[in-house]
């Protein structure tokens, strides 16, 4: 990614709470606990799926992917917003903020397909269980897996070129934590109704599709378990998917509540949204990756027997 010749804004300021300050040490405080239990919750969940044999199947390898993928998305933006909380003066880069940009904007679009691809693996796994071992063998899963990530990466790469070629010639605070690429995009000098046409086309094939593909899987999944005739057989049809189901409601519900929301049209009320808005943005950041191992360990057997052996293992044996 090459910055184009004509940009002559070198670094961004980042406003963050810079308003704020009396909020800005304790917003430290929380983020960085949320970001720490992030590192230990899906660590630890990573830790498990490679250690304990019992895990080695596509569902868990997924779940050991999305665990990496939650540290690496809080990672591309949280040390910088830590940074912010304790700067009087927040500068970033012009290639940094690039660079920031492209791995949020990756992880993010490579949650999306990732989630479709977990309920493609529960949706074989409970309508078609004699064909699961050949539907979802290694040489299956393995390329969907990297194929999520891959898509993830080559949007992100599109939309961060087409973002960086833009003129930056006026101003250059950003009204936001980090380099969101909304807000920069609201800072160049140039008509940018074509990012605006991409990102749109983007947000159809990485927000639209997969919602579409997790529906109507989980129509399917759900049709197949209320034909199951005992009680105790579908609650435990339904326990092997309830924890995606819960992550895959929270992850889109958190995204259409930020963005369908109405816009403030009172001066006053529109800094107060600003606001709001930033601190949603963050919180989103956090709280989905922070929630995932929590909802795993919590409402899968497998997870929670594992995490005991692997903290029971480590406690007899010392460090």
Known sequence: MEIANQSIVAEFVLLGLSDQPMLEKTFFVLILSMYLVILLGNGVLILVTILDSHLHTPMYFFLGNLSFLDICYTTSSIPLVLDGFLTPRKIISFSGCAV???????????????????????????????????????AAYMPMAISSWVAGGANSLVQISLAVQLPFCGDNVINHFTCEILAVLKLACADISINVISMGVANVIFLGVPVLFIFVSYVFILTTILRIPSAEGRKKAFSTCSAHLTVVIIFYGTILFMYAKPKSKDPLGADKQDLSDKLMSLFYGVLTPMLNPIIYSLRNKDVKVAVKILVSNKCFTGP
């Open 100 to 138: 920031q940009m492209f791995l949020s904007f990756a992880m993010g679009a490579t949650e999306c397909v990732l989630l479709g691809m977990m309920a493609f693996d529960r949706y074989v796994a409970i309508c078609n269980p004699l064909r699961y071992p050949v539907v979802m063998s290694k």
